[in-house]
């Protein structure tokens, strides 16, 4: 799936690189959406590597999601602030689905180093808020920058 949409994504920016290199907010939107997808890449190959602890997996997430969320944010900061298309009520939803796609790799990794069950629900919550994301930015970069 993240491949996929990652195909999707550049696909977009390619065929609308001259708008979007014109405008900084796409450019921002742009690469925060490769950044959400390459976090997603990144956690889901470190699940997949055998005999890890929970202690080892959950603290490789908690670098991971942190690095990520670090990016993440700073972009879509900078993919909003200012931007006239975006409402107060956009903005508040597209920070909020932003948050709602990182913090929860973050919390889902020291769950799996505190040895508590749930850490692996977080992570799903996570890419999945992080998988629509990337696809409503896909979107944008895309469709609505046509409009």
């Known amino acids: 799936m993240s491949a996929g949409l990652t195909g999707l994504l550049f696909v977009a920016i390619s065929i609308n690189l001259s708008d979007i290199l014109l405008n900084p907010a796409l450019t921002s939107r742009a690469a925060k959406a490769l950044s959400t997808l390459v976090e997603v ?18 603290s490789e997430l908690v670098v991971v999601g942190t690095f990520g969320w670090v990016l993440i944010t700073r972009w879509q900061r900078a993919a909003t602030h200012g931007n006239p298309y975006i409402g107060p009520v956009q903005r508040v939803g597209l920070d909020a689905l932003t948050q ?8 889902g990794g020291v769950s799996l180093m505190a040895g508590r069950g749930e850490g692996l629900y977080w992570l799903v919550a996570g890419l999945i808020g992080s998988l629509i994301a ?10 609505e920058i046509k409009r």
Not at 44 to 55: E, T
């Open 100 to 107: 709602g796609s990182s913090l929860p790799m973050i919390v």
């Open 134 to 143: 990337a696809l409503l930015d896909a979107w944008v970069l895309l469709v």
């Open 41 to 58: 890449l990144l956690v889901a190959s470190l699940c997949l590597v055998p005999g890890q602890s929970g202690m080892l997996l959950g």
